[in-house]
């Protein structure tokens, strides 16, 4: 595994950081880790995105099913009206 080293992080950021650690109960180097997991994608996490958006723009150019025609609103009141 590989080893990352930061300097000159500013007070501020890093105070915020050890807070966040400390209300999670992590270490701060912990924290930074699973911060680093949950927002830069991997090769693979990069890959099951371009997929499920594949997907997504497959399902949104397929034909949509013949349209049916329903009737107005303003049929339909009348109608429960008339009952």
């Not at 807070?19 to 949950?38: M, Q």
């Not at 693979?44 to 034909?63: C, D, G, P, V």
């Amino acid at each position: 595994m590989a080893t990352l080293y930061v300097e000159n992080i500013p007070q501020d950021l890093y105070e915020a950081l050890r807070g966040r650690a400390r209300s999670r109960r992590r270490s701060i180097a912990a924290e930074v880790l699973a911060l680093l997991e949950a927002n830069v994608p991997t090769e693979k996490e990069l890959k099951t995105r371009q997929q499920f958006f594949q997907r997504i723009r497959q399902m949104q150019s397929a034909r949509p099913p013949k349209k049916k025609t329903f009737p107005a609103t303003e049929e339909m009141l009348r109608g429960d009206r008339s009952r």
